[in-house]
């Protein structure tokens, strides 16, 4: 296959050859980006000679995803990007496991999560199956340690393995707010080193909601999974040791004096986000009137980061297109753009087909479900080139029409594959065969993940986030410094004739365009950050995706420092209005002190290149901006 090199920055050079590049046994490369790509495209082309294609229509297939990963139109999740056309052969980024309420289900599931992360994967739990601390166990005649105890053994299996392998172990938990150990999840993370490697999320229900703001003094009732006995949460319990012995009886019963009311709860949720980022909010309901299989099960998590509800046993393939690279003589070109989301959906199928998923229960409903997350990034560069703030009714209006043709786009393309290809197999009886009466290839097309190394290799805004900063001093080998600028901000300023060297550097140190003289307003309004961006503003932009994508959205309502609690709760309540399905809030500077590092690239946070311990392509949360940062 003849192809052109890809031309790509110094940074994106840096982060492929730190852990993309294929290396031998000492660490010499063995292949270039070209290749990678070469590989990536021939491996997952090796699919299509299933449906009928002919030689040259595998060659030109391998050809068209080559070229839309060397132009960084579009790209693939790390997993693919590293392991395609390898030993290993897991693509997937995503996985969704099981906690079931048994020793061996326990312990089986941390066997898979070894396997899975070990592999280059993310993992995502529930803890709602799990029975209460203290519950009776009448296989032993004791009682459980709950779900914490066991969230604990996750936490540290996960911690161990990250040390041995090229990606880094990323989780997210999950539990729902009416389970009796709810305080103790919520709380969990606020001890110092405690589940650092897990993200987490309270599920949040309609019910709780309509509570909250209908009665909020109404006392809250949590319910055993086990044996189905609900309870009122008495006042002054110790969140870190109470168990369901602590617990009043709900059933038929008044609730005591003070017990905990739903506002109550709702408040530790609310300070936990403003103290430290964490948890977010899933709400649940929402996200399972949109489970396009409810006839195979009920949704109870998500990916690390939150943009993929799963399945048990379920995983799932992301892919990014940059639509910035589409804005072309001030104008967004719709049928480029188009064509490569549809590819894009194609290249997506045919990794279901070539993927090794390492568990058995893993490859089976996938295959069987087919679910693959297409999303964007570059947003923020594409309204920057257009020059339209990010904040405003203008930018909505563009966020919409990309939204609307990106998912129409890839839903057309998808129709088209299940008429060439057949429809996933649990077709029959989903809402696509229910309710749209839509034949479909993938029972789940499209989402929104936050693409932090990915954005970094494409050279744009990482998903559909403001930039973090116009300018910055990114840390290389050597212990050098690199400035790394904005590029639509500096093809306006050169375009302009306002830029200059002191201008970078104020830039680079972080002072915004508010506090430079000799600017216009117009240039204020186009170049905005996440911090100058209202946190509505960043709200409204997620529903508008949101609206479209059946999937969820990843990304971050950032914060000023001076933020209130108030105003968590305002960004909480007005997300759930919009539609979200969920919401997680970064107060600046929540989170105090940063791990020590290596002068390496990686080391740097691909948003706000704060230092971190590593960013190797796995979820997780940067504890500078708040950002996630999958790929």
């Known amino acids: 296959m003849q192809t052109f090199e890809p031309n790509l920055s110094p940074n994106a050079l840096r982060a492929l050859e730190a852990r993309y590049l294929r290396k031998d046994i000492s660490g010499r490369l063995l292949e270039t980006p070209g290749g ?30 080559y070229e839309m990963m060397a132009r960084t139109e579009f790209l693939p999740n790390s997993p693919t990007l590293m392991n395609a056309g390898r030993q290993l052969g897991m693509l997937s980024a995503c996985f969704v496991l099981p906690i079931d309420d048994s020793i061996d289900a326990i312990f089986e599931s941390v066997k898979h999560t070894a396997l899975i992360q070990k592999a280059g994967g993310g993992t995502g739990f529930s803890f709602d199956r799990l029975r209460p601390t203290g519950d009776y166990v009448a296989s032993s005649g004791g009682t459980t340690s709950g779900p914490i105890s066991f969230w604990r053994v996750f936490c540290e299996a996960t911690r161990a393995i990250q040390q041995g392998a090229f990606r880094r172990g990323a989780n997210m938990g999950m539990m729902s707010v009416d389970r009796p150990d709810i305080l103790k999840f919520i709380s969990a993370k606020e001890r110092p080193g405690e589940f650092e490697n897990f993200n987490i999320s309270v599920k949040v229900t309609d019910e709780f909601i309509r509570a909250l703001r209908a009665d909020p003094a109404r006392p809250h009732v949590v319910a055993n999974p086990h044996t189905g006995e609900r309870y009122y949460l008495p006042a002054g319990l110790d969140v870190a040791t109470y168990s369901i012995h602590d617990l009043a009886p709900a059933d038929g019963r008044p609730a005591p004096p003070r017990a905990v009311t739903c506002r109550q709860v709702w408040d530790r949720i609310v300070r936990g986000a403003w103290a430290g980022g964490e948890p977010g909010l899933c709400f649940i309901d929402r996200v399972n009137a949109d489970n396009p299989t409810p006839h195979v099960g009920r949704i109870e998590a998500t990916n690390p980061c939150g943009e993929q509800p799963l399945l048990d046993y379920e995983a799932c393939n992301l892919g990014s297109v940059d639509v910035s690279k589409f804005i072309r003589d001030g104008l967004l070109d719709e049928a480029a753009f188009a064509r490569t989301v549809r590819l894009g959906v194609r290249f997506l199928d045919d990794v279901i087909d070539v993927n090794n998923y390492v568990i058995p229960a893993v490859t089976d409903i996938c295959r069987r479900n087919r679910k693959i997350g297409l999303g964007i990034m570059g947003l923020a560069d ?54 749209r009466h839509r034949p479909m290839r993938n029972a789940a097309v499209t989402t929104v993940a936050p693409t932090g190394t990915l954005s970094l290799i494409a050279g744009c805004s990482g998903g559909i986030e403001p930039v973090y900063a116009l300018a910055f001093y990114r840390h290389v080998l050597g212990g050098q410094e690199m400035l790394d600028l904005c590029g639509p901000f500096l093809r306006y300023a050169r375009r302009h004739g306002v830029w200059n060297d002191d201008l970078a550097r104020r830039l680079a140190e972080r002072t915004g365009l508010d506090r430079i003289d000799g600017l216009d307003a117009r240039i204020r309004e186009i170049f905005v950050t996440a911090h100058d961006v209202a946190p509505a503003w960043h709200v409204r932009m997620q529903a508008v995706f949101q609206e479209h994508v059946d999937g969820a959205i990843s990304k971050t309502i950032n914060l000023p420092a001076d933020a209130t609690l108030k105003d968590v709760e305002d960004v909480y309540q007005l997300a759930f209005d919009l539609g979200c399905k969920g919401v997680t809030v970064y107060r600046d500077g929540c989170r105090t002190g940063q791990p020590m590092t290596t002068e390496k690239l990686d080391a740097l946070c691909p948003r706000c290149q704060a230092l971190l311990e590593e960013i190797d392509g796995a979820c997780s949360r940067c504890p500078s901006c708040g950002a996630p940062l999958c790929s």
């Open 36 to 65: 990678m790509f070469q590989r990536v495209a021939r491996a997952v082309a090796a699919a299509e000679p299933a449906y009928g294609a002919s030689p040259a229509e595998v060659e030109q297939t391998e050809r068209d995803f």
């Open 382 to 435: 594409a309204l920057m080139e257009l020059e339209i703030p990010y904040d405003s009714e203008e930018g909505l209006a563009f966020g919409r029409r990309v939204a609307e043709l990106f998912t129409r786009e890839a839903f057309a393309a998808d129709e088209e594959l299940a008429r060439r290809r057949g429809c996933f197999a649990n077709w029959l009886g989903s809402t696509w065969d229910v309710r």
